[in-house]
């Protein structure tokens, strides 16, 4: 008898179907871990604008406003008070984006905090939402 070797369909489908009830295992452990560390990471980012917002404010008696914006962190702009201070290299390297990828949200005067308000629109990009979509601020303490 001439036999080839090799898998039988059915053997094939067993080890697709094993390994889709394994990926769906570890996607459904994995993910609040995943939307967990995406908060921290926005905590972590809001944390570090606030520090360079408030050298700005030191050196120049204001938060940016919300035209000026986070950039003015980054670039001196046209209409610095005390220019001769803005440090070499800004107060901050470089804005950092959500991890979603949008940029990160800056309002002087403040609708919802005491001094500004830094925010991420979450993973929708949009104002309101809930879990992954919900804005994360520095007003959430």
């Known amino acids: 008898m001439n036999y080839k070797k090799g898998f039988t369909l059915i053997e094939l489908m067993a080890v697709i179907v094993i390994l889709g009830i394994l990926a769906t295992f570890v996607v459904v ?6 939307t967990r560390a995406n908060v921290e990471k926005v905590k972590v980012d809001i944390a570090q604008l606030e520090k360079a917002l408030e050298l700005y404010k030191f050196n120049e008696n204001t938060y940016p406003s919300t035209q000026q914006g986070l950039l003015s962190l980054v670039i001196p702009s046209e209409d610095l008070k005390k220019p001769y ?3 070499r290299g800004g107060y ?3 804005i950092p ?16 905090s ?11 990009g ?7 979509n919900q804005d994360i601020g520095n007003w959430m303490r």
């Open 29 to 34: 452990n994995v993910s609040p871990f995943l």
């Open 85 to 87: 201070l803005f440090p």
């Open 92 to 94: 901050i390297s470089e």
């Open 97 to 112: 984006t959500d991890p979603w990828g949008n940029p990160y949200q800056y309002e002087y005067p403040p609708q919802k």
């Open 114 to 124: 005491l001094n500004y308000d830094v925010y991420s629109l979450g993973a929708d």
């Open 126 to 132: 949009e104002l309101g939402g809930t879990g992954e």
